[in-house]
């Protein structure tokens, strides 16, 4: 452990400004170094500093690993506003005691801390090149709200006893790939990453997040790499949120946990008084496979720009909720291979029209519309799209949720749909028969279009016996002639009424009784073919 100064005099070698802030930590006060003018204090700018705003590295590490016992009555942090920092500040492998929170400063190089151990730590609207710290623990916050950091940050395998907070953080990749690189990150509570906006790849592959995850009017985009969110067996405890940001969510972009003044909501522009609405921006393929979200996965009205070979991937995420209701992409796939959900909320809108979508294993108990009407003939589309090859699974699965919804004629007809698709892979002879039972009972899911078919052949055959009457087969002994119920009887195959075998027809009219023979048994086997597979349904 890291021992403290015996005394709270300060080294004889510190400039004026690094003498204000070992003060200012003694006291646990603010040492504030900023002019009051934007543009001089602004972190970002290429202004002069000067002597008088600059403080080194090595101060701050050896206030925050060895510093002085705090004056009687006070606690020991360290606040330090609109200072420039020298050097790296290396706080590697340290335990940081005293709280420190640093406010528009411009480190002139990175700040690194991998696997230091320290309670909360804020770095707010700062400019800093680079951030390093892997194997982080926290007992409470990380804050990196509002900085820049264009060469990147690395939290790989920390561990954050509370919040993780990068809203409105502009981060980059520099001479990488990653912008961000959290693998198997563990964070308690929130990781609240909105209106965050980066330039190469996330990478949250592993990631733990003990309640929410909210990118709210973020933008991603990686134009060097494959992913711009590399998110697979992500575990969520609550809600993962990729949507707008807006009036409405102000509470969850601020957080519940969370210092307002750490996270303010620019959402008005000057002098205006009207809330603009930030969409959810990704240019890049996003991968959430094998993911866990505990009450729900909102992709809510964001843009995805991917190239043909990218996708939005969610291959065998579990989830009880996903609200899937983005601007459908124009290029790459959308991926919902091995998914499971209990409630599907989509809008026709958001799914690719042509075979750009991919769900074979997709297992859901409820699909509702959340925008518009999303009917039967449209998701029959839907599953069209996402069966390039003929598919037996979701049409099933469509059906089942139809029919556990008490929607029978829609899940009827899906099955027909269905039957329609597996026709077209039949060879020739089974293709013939296919359209036979589709004309005829719609493959057993339309039985009154069989009862159609029998009557129209009842009345025209009865009148056509009507109009040509046969001979009896035996003079005397025949029922009296009826062509109702002669031309009935031979459409029933199996109920003899006495008629069809007291009648002797001869030439055109023997060929009709033929006929109507014929197209009786095909339809009472079509019939028996519909009602067997019903049965085996039930």
């Not at 600059?54 to 009687?72: D, S």
């Not at 989830?319 to 790459?332: C, K, M």
Request: charge should be neutral; charged fraction near 20%; include cysteine.
């Amino acid at each position: 452990m890291s021992e403290a100064l015996d005394s709270r005099e300060p080294p004889t070698w510190l400039t004026r400004a690094e003498w204000g802030m070992w003060q200012a930590f003694l006291n646990g006060s603010e040492y504030d170094l900023r002019t009051g003018e934007p543009e001089l204090d602004d972190p970002n700018g290429d202004h002069d500093w000067g002597d008088e705003r600059t403080v080194r590295a090595r101060v701050i590490a050896l206030l925050l690993l060895h510093g002085p016992p705090p004056l009687l009555g006070r606690v020991a942090s360290l606040h330090v506003s609109g200072a420039r920092i020298t050097d790296v500040l290396d706080l590697s492998g340290g335990i940081i005691e005293p709280y420190f929170e640093l406010r528009q400063c411009r480190f002139e190089r990175e700040v690194r801390m991998s696997e230091a151990r320290m309670h909360t730590a804020r770095l707010v609207d700062c400019y800093i090149p680079r951030v390093e710290a892997a194997r982080l623990s926290t007992d409470g916050d990380l804050h990196l709200p509002r900085c820049s950091i264009p060469e990147g940050i690395k939290l790989t395998d920390a561990t954050i006893g509370t919040d993780l907070l990068l809203n409105e953080a502009t981060v980059g990749s520099g001479r990488r790939i990653r912008a961000i690189a959290a693998d198997g990150i563990t964070v308690s509570q929130e990781l609240q990453a909105s209106l965050l906006l980066t330039d190469g790849e996330v990478s949250l592959r592993g990631a733990t997040v003990g309640s929410s995850l909210h990118m709210f009017g973020t933008v991603l985009r990686n134009t060097k790499g494959r992913y711009a969110l590399h998110a697979p067996q992500m575990t969520v405890e609550h809600v993962a949120s990729f949507a707008d940001a807006n009036k409405g969510r102000s509470s969850q972009l601020q957080g519940s946990t969370t210092p307002a003044s750490g996270t303010p909501v620019p959402f008005t522009p000057e002098g205006g008084g009207r809330w603009r609405t930030k969409h959810f921006e990704c240019t890049g393929g996003v991968v959430l496979d094998d993911g866990r979200f505990g009450s729900s996965l909102v992709i809510e009205n964001a843009r995805f720009e991917l190239k043909r070979d990218q996708e939005l991937s969610l291959r065998r995420i579990s989830t009880p909720e996903l609200n899937f209701t983005p601007r459908a992409p124009e290029r790459g796939l959308i991926v919902l291979s091995g998914a499971t959900v209990e409630k599907l909320l989509d809008r026709v809108g958001s799914w690719p029209r042509d075979q750009r979508l991919w769900m074979a294993g997709f297992t859901y108990q409820q699909a509702i519309p959340k925008e518009g009407h999303f009917n039967v003939r449209e998701r029959l589309r839907w599953l069209s799209a996402a069966t390039p090859e003929y598919s037996p699974l979701p049409y099933e699965q469509l059906a089942l949720m139809y029919r556990n919804s008490g929607e029978d004629t829609n899940a009827r007809a899906v099955l027909l749909a269905k039957q329609r698709r597996r026709r077209e892979t039949l060879p020739l002879v089974g293709k013939v028969w296919g359209y036979l039972q589709d004309w005829t009972v719609a493959y057993g899911y339309r039985p009154a279009q069989a009862a159609l078919w029998m009557a129209l052949l009842w009345a025209v055959s009865a009148v056509y016996f009507g109009a040509n009457p046969p001979d009896p087969l035996k003079h005397g002994e025949s029922p009296h002639w009826n062509a109702t119920l002669y031309s009935l009887d031979l459409l029933l195959p199996v109920i003899s009424l006495g008629q069809d075998d007291a009648w002797d027809p001869a030439g055109g009219p023997q060929w009709v009784a033929a006929g109507l023979i014929l197209l009786g048994w095909i339809l009472a086997t079509t019939v028996a073919t519909g009602a067997t597979r019903l049965l085996r349904r039930q």
